[in-house]
């Protein structure tokens, strides 16, 4: 059974539809996949049902953004009841502080342009509409539409000019998120640990301040990481008796090629005999 537990659709930052992924999936022979948005659950119960149209399975997922130690994470939450209410207005206040870190950019530039011929406003903003079927987020669309980044990795850069960083957000707690997707009945996994500590002596003491928070699993499997890396991270998911999974992290056509890394679906399934999952 080959699986792909990481996956975006245009409820947060990818292009496809819950039936479009579910397609994609069946025709790579992917039999479990998990669309896991940013701090949304909104393709569910959808996904389910694109997943039952093509005789394969889906569990429900979504992707946090925590902060711990200061610096910022995030973790797949995975099985969880998506009408849990706690849950749900823990990931209604992430969202909202995701999303505010794009109007404090809109409002920084309309205070200091950086291209006086292209002004931009917050009221402006606030009136704008995109098709979410391109990708990223109104943020990233808005600064294209208005001509001040020429496609998505430019626009991103702005919010590094304009000095406004994940680590400055009002996001929770990774022992706050951790605690969230148990009490929901799900399963908290560390996603792409190779984005936040490198191959080094380290490795495996970084990995366990975040199981120390609240973490079950760590996803070993994924574009980036190196075939030494994923292996330190297997040997310590069997060391702690953790969860181990796999993830594509696909976005559709959005930004499916970062730094010569290709992220689609696909990329990093597995067969759920390599993994340790709680079912």
């Known amino acids: 059974m080959l699986c792909d537990l990481h996956i975006h659709s245009y409820y947060s930052d990818g292009t496809w539809s819950s039936e479009k992924i579910a397609s ?22 959808e996904a389910i049902q694109a997943a039952n149209q093509y005789g394969i399975r889906c569990i429900t997922g979504v992707e946090i953004d925590c902060i711990l130690n200061a610096k910022s994470f995030h973790v797949l ?34 205070q200091n342009p950086f291209d006086p011929e292209h002004p931009v406003s917050v009221q402006d903003y606030l009136s704008y509409t995109y098709s979410p079927s391109r990708g990223g987020w109104k943020g990233l669309n808005y600064l294209i539409d208005r001509n001040l980044a020429h496609d998505f990795d430019s626009a991103l850069s702005l919010y590094g000019q304009y000095n406004i960083s994940y680590e400055q957000s009002a996001f929770p707690s990774m022992e706050e998120t951790c605690k969230a997707i148990v009490a929901a009945g799900g399963y908290p996994v560390l996603a792409h640990p190779s984005n ?13 301040k975040t199981v120390q ?18 292996q330190r991270c297997i040997d310590f998911c069997n060391a702690h008796q953790l969860y181990i999974t796999c993830g594509g992290d696909s976005h559709g056509e959005f930004q499916t090629e970062v730094d010569g890394v290709f992220y689609y679906i696909g990329t990093s399934s597995v067969d759920k005999s390599k993994l340790k999952l709680w079912f």
């Open 77 to 110: 939450g995975y099985g969880v009841d998506p009408s849990n209410e706690p849950l749900l207005k823990l990931l209604k206040d992430a969202r909202k502080v995701l999303d505010q870190m794009s109007d404090r950019l809109v409002e920084a530039i309309e």
């Open 24 to 45: 994609i999936c069946k025709e790579k022979q992917i039999e479990l996949f998990s669309i896991t948005d940013h701090n949304l659950l909104s393709a569910y119960p």
């Open 213 to 230: 928070a609240g973490v079950q699993g760590i996803e070993c499997y994924y574009p980036a990481q190196s075939p030494q890396y994923t």
């Open 196 to 208: 936040y500590f490198p191959l080094d002596d380290t490795l495996e003491e970084n990995l366990l």
